[in-house]
Every structure is written in structure tokens, then in C-alpha cells.
């Protein structure tokens, strides 16, 4: 990445420089000759460090940062689902946990859900039976 900073600051400071030497040009008689090589050196400078960088690779590698985030993404994405089928289902609750894992094939399994709720467990149970097995899902105050 250092070589890609070099040919940026190269290509600035040959800017820097060809704009000064056309201030400092006289406006007559030199203009057209000053500015041809001034057109030459603008296109060295794009050329000479576009052949250096060949060889630079922009690749670069996620930090692990990220990988803990994607499981925290996991977390809310599964506690959407739940609530968006207990509220489809016309369930009211509270206190809302939802506990996943993300398996092999980078899917997320939910382990767990948790919440208080007025209605029968067997009915919450019921709206979460695509997503959810029975005996994972646990209702306090029913």
C-alpha cells in the first residue's frame, strides 16, 4: 500500500510543479514550448508510477473484528425473525431473548428463545414452530 502512497504524492508534487512553472513562465514568448514539456512531464509522471505499481496487490484481510461482529448481526437478525412471527401470530410479550449459533455452513441456528408473555406457551409454540424446535422455546409468567 506504501508504493500506492509514493505514486499518489509523486503525481501531486509533478502537479505542484508544472503549475508553478507556468506562474512563472513568460506568457509570450516560451508559452508553447514550456507547456509541451510540461504535457510531457504530466504524462511521465501518471506512467512511471502506474508501471511501479504493477506488481502492488490492493487485496486486503477482513479483521477479526468483524467476524465477531457478523455473530452480533446473527443475534439481532434471529430476534427480528421471532418478533416479526410474534407479531404476525398477534402475540403480545415482553422481554424478548433470543439465543443463536451459527453452524457450519454459516447459517444461524437458533438454540433458544425466551420471553414473558399473558398467552399459552402451546400457542407461541405454535407461531414459532417453522423457525424454532418446541422444547427450545421457554415462557415465564404465562
Known amino acids: 500500500m506504501s508504493r ?11 502537479l ?23 504535457g510531457i512531464v504530466f504524462v511521465l509522471s501518471l506512467i512511471v508510477p502506474a508501471v511501479g505499481l504493477k506488481g502492488v496487490s490492493l487485496d486486503f484481510k477482513l479483521p477479526e473484528a468483524v467476524s465477531q461482529n457478523t455473530s ?13 412471527v410474534l407479531d404476525s401470530a398477534g402475540i403480545k410479550y415482553e422481554n424478548l431473548s433470543v439465543t443463536t449459533d451459527i453452524l457450519e455452513d454459516k447459517r444461524i441456528s437458533i438454540t433458544k428463545v425466551t420471553l414473558v408473555s ?19 422455546v421457554e415462557v415465564l409468567n404465562e
Open 118 to 136: 399473558a398467552h399459552p406457551k402451546e400457542q407461541i409454540v405454535d407461531a414459532l414452530k417453522e423457525i424454532v424446535e418446541k422444547d427450545r
Open 16 to 38: 505542484v510543479f508544472i503549475g508553478a512553472v507556468q506562474i512563472i513562465c513568460p506568457q509570450k514568448s516560451m508559452k508553447k514550448s514550456v507547456n509541451f514539456i510540461l
Open 4 to 14: 500506492l502512497m509514493q505514486a499518489i504524492f509523486g503525481i501531486c508534487a509533478a
Open 72 to 84: 452480533e448481526l446473527s443475534s439481532y437478525t434471529a430476534e427480528y425473525i421471532v418478533r416479526a
